[in-house]
């Protein structure tokens, strides 16, 4: 078969011809029809992410929509021991599958439902998020926080509070519902300042950021927080500003603050997986939306590099 390979974590992957994998007891080869390239698959890719084993050559990829042997298509999250997603043909456990209806495109499933599944899975599964509850999305610019700006809406979240640092992307996000947007530009201290203040009194925070925006945010928000023993959960997710912060001890004490991570490990295959039929019922009712861009997957390796357009997601079709 052809797959996108990754040879050398310095390189992006090529297309190329790779061994067609064989099933072994309870997999099923499927015919992908199209796989997204999420930030999780480029740092799969290039051996940064917290579950790379540092082995080569490897096919990228964790999910995809695919058909089954029998015609029907599945959107379906791979295995961690499995080639991944972005080949002609991948392997699948049925426990991982969600049958797709007639009318499901898979370019747009393929684009939505990882960014999606992120703040979907958090909100339902790591916190009791109830409605009328409030909602900060740190980094909410990204295509997962405008995804999660969607869902903390369609859960029925009272308040939504959007904070990045693309304000072209940010004043969008009001239309998709948010309720108050904080631009994240110019001095860090008074960006954290103004957060600070717009979203001192939510009730769970959805952080893809973490590093120094997480790090001056926390210490904001609780400063502000008018009864410091109101719980806020605060969820991380994402660390496109770095893997650490410094933490000082009093926040701890002095307020109710419950950090927590929503990924994997932190929840098992079996619970995020209960989660995706409903996920996909709502992308297809179109409740939820996403900008794909379909290409061919022989265009791997240039498409890998090339400058990403805010707000889209490149799916890769492997199978016409």
Request: net charge negative; with cysteine; hydrophobic share 45%.
């Amino acid at each position: 078969m052809h797959a996108a390979v990754v040879r050398s974590f310095d390189r992006p992957p090529r297309y190329e011809e790779f061994a067609t994998p064989r099933p072994a007891d309870g997999q099923i080869l499927v015919d992908v029809l199209a796989a997204g390239l999420h930030p999780r698959v480029r740092s799969g890719a290039d051996g940064t992410h917290y579950t790379s084993d540092g082995r080569l050559p490897l096919i990228p990829g964790v999910d995809g929509v695919g058909r089954l042997p029998d015609g029907r298509r599945v959107y379906f999250v791979a295995d961690d021991d499995v080639p991944g997603t972005m080949a002609e043909q991948a392997l699948v456990d049925p426990r991982r599958c969600v049958p797709l209806p007639d009318n499901a495109d898979p370019v747009t499933v393929a684009a939505a439902m990882n960014p999606a599944m992120s703040s979907w899975v958090a909100l339902r599964r790591r916190v009791a998020f109830r409605p009328g509850q409030s909602v900060l999305v740190l980094g909410a610019t990204g295509n997962a926080g405008q995804m999660a700006v969607q869902i903390a809406r369609r859960l029925g979240a009272d308040r939504i509070v959007a904070a990045g640092r693309d304000q072209r992307r940010l004043d969008l996000l009001a239309g998709l519902g948010a309720t108050d947007v904080v631009p994240l530009t110019g001095e860090p201290d008074d960006a954290a300042q103004r957060l600070g203040k717009a979203a001192a009194d939510v009730d769970v925070v959805i952080d893809y950021t973490w590093g120094a925006p997480t790090e001056r945010a926390i210490p904001a928000l609780l400063t502000h927080r008018a009864e410091r023993s109101a719980p806020l959960d605060w969820i991380q997710i994402g660390s496109m500003a770095g893997p650490d912060i410094t933490l000082p001890s009093f926040v701890l004490r002095a307020a109710n603050l419950r950090i927590m991570g929503s990924g994997q490990g932190s929840l098992t295959a079996a619970g995020i997986v209960a989660e995706l039929p409903s996920l996909v019922e709502e992308l297809v009712a179109g409740t939820l939306t996403a900008a794909a861009v379909p290409l061919p997957l022989a265009e791997v390796e240039q498409a890998w590099t090339a400058p990403a357009d805010p707000g889209r997601r490149i799916v890769f079709t492997p199978t016409a």
